[in-house]
């Protein structure tokens, strides 16, 4: 049961901590400019970034173009709220269950994020001033646009969803070891019994 509480305790952590980010260095910004992305919205120096994106025709980024923000919270209460469930039914069928519908929401969300990455880099506007071939920032890694190196890396709130995934896996392996089977016990040969007058 603590794992499972654990677990939603942690899941409704990260809704305060960001998932992901993006750092972007070049010569005139050597300190570095973010793009942080929590579940809730973004963070970090936006508006600069949007700037320079105007540079080479790429969409602004805003809150307002993601309307995934407006659903991830109640998605990740949700979550924590069957892990609390499953805690005190100590159902395994339901443990299973909550851990499935968390793997597949995290493919999901890979799978949304590479979109829009794939959107940004890709429909650029023709009569930017800089003219740019179109690009895919990469989900995880370093990558390289004009003067621009940047680096994108999961954050401290995907690391306490790997955790969740963790605890949950923990507690339905302790759950089937707790529910099987007791393993058979060996055999164990008895020696005979010595007849009376028998050499011993």
């Known amino acids: ?30 300190e570095g400019l973010n793009i942080i992305v929590y579940p ?16 080479i025709g790429m969409a602004p980024f805003s809150e307002a173009s993601f309307p995934e923000f407006r659903v991830i919270p109640y998605l990740v209460i949700g979550l924590a709220l069957l892990l609390v469930v499953a805690a005190f039914v100590r159902s395994r069928k339901l443990l299973g269950g909550v851990l499935v519908l968390f793997l597949v929401g995290g493919v999901v969300g890979l799978l ?4 829009w990455l794939r959107q940004f880099g890709t429909n650029l506007d023709p009569t930017a001033p800089i003219d740019l071939e179109p690009f895919v920032p990469p989900i995880l890694g370093k990558n390289t646009i004009a003067n621009f190196t940047t680096y994108s890396m999961f954050s401290w709130g995907a690391l306490l969803l790997l955790a969740v995934i963790g605890l949950m896996a923990f507690a339905l392996w302790n759950k089937q070891a707790r529910t099987g089977q007791p393993r058979p016990r ?4 008895h020696p005979a019994p010595v007849k009376d ?3 011993r």
């Open 1 to 30: 049961m603590f794992s499972l509480l654990l677990a939603a305790a942690l899941l409704i952590g990260s809704l305060f901590l960001p998932w992901w980010s993006m750092k972007f260095y070049a010569p005139q910004y050597p």
């Open 40 to 55: 809730t919205g973004l963070a970090g120096e936006i508006e600069i970034v949007n700037g320079l994106n105007h540079y």
């Open 112 to 115: 949304d994020m590479a979109r």
């Open 186 to 189: 060996p055999a164990v040969a």
């Open 197 to 199: 007058g028998q050499a």
